[in-house]
């Protein structure tokens, strides 16, 4: 088990892979799926043997508002289908905090209930807000669940310029699921969990 980090220098480290990302070429990008609030691309990952995936969707909403949805805090739970619990293990600062969450299982069970303890980073980012995270091998695994782990991740949300009341909110997701799991099943899951993700949001957001 791991001990927990130094917050500074992995809060850079995270934030510059997540620029990184955000720049990749469109046309390194392939189409996985397509609905009326979501685009999801995915490459191949530069840090596992699985995808790393894009999402992308204008959200009728402010900025601060969608990112206070998105990152750790009491919005998260009411509103995400897959999240079944959350807490704070440490918090470093107002914008910066180690969280240990569980998700429901998914495909009919194919894919078991999931732990991650993970290290979340919030910042400006342009006219808007940067809310990544990352995976760390710390604490005792609970009964039942299977660690999955996170690769560098993050969701990038600016105020759209012709129209500021509503925000281009971007995802990148590199997810480990672990276990014996068939690729296919996890690309399926992949793939339609961000796109549901941005219509729980949009639902949460308006109410």
């Given at each position: ?141 609970r009964p039942n669940f299977v660690r999955g782990f996170n690769h560098p991740c993050g969701w990038f949300c600016v105020p759209l310029k012709d129209c500021p009341s509503h925000s281009l909110l971007t995802g990148y997701i590199q997810t480990e699921l672990r276990g014996m799991l068939p690729q296919s099943a996890v690309d399926t899951a992949m793939a339609s969990t961000l796109a549901n993700f941005y219509s729980d949001l949009k ?5």
């Amino acid at each position: 088990m791991d001990l927990l980090p130094d917050p500074a220098p992995l809060a850079t480290r995270l934030q510059n892979t997540l620029l990184r990302y955000h720049s990749i070429a469109d046309s390194e990008w392939r189409i996985a799926r397509k609905t009326k609030d979501a685009v999801v691309w995915r490459k191949p990952s530069e840090e596992f043997s699985g995808y790393l995936y894009k999402a992308q969707g204008v959200v009728e909403d402010v900025t601060n508002r969608i990112v206070d949805h998105i990152r750790p805090g009491p919005y998260r739970l009411d509103w995400d289908s897959l999240m079944t619990t959350m807490d704070i293990v440490e918090m470093f600062e107002e914008n910066c905090c180690v969280m240990r969450y569980t998700t429901a299982g998914q495909l009919w069970n194919i894919i078991a209930p999931r732990e991650f303890v993970d290290f979340s980073y919030t910042t400006s980012y342009e006219d808007g807000l940067l809310s990544c995270g990352i995976s760390l091998n710390y604490g005792e695994v609970r009964p039942n669940f299977v660690r999955g782990f996170n690769h560098p991740c993050g969701w990038f949300c600016v105020p759209l310029k012709d129209c500021p009341s509503h925000s281009l909110l971007t995802g990148y997701i590199q997810t480990e699921l672990r276990g014996m799991l068939p690729q296919s099943a996890v690309d399926t899951a992949m793939a339609s969990t961000l796109a549901n993700f941005y219509s729980d949001l949009k639902k949460a957001l308006k109410s």
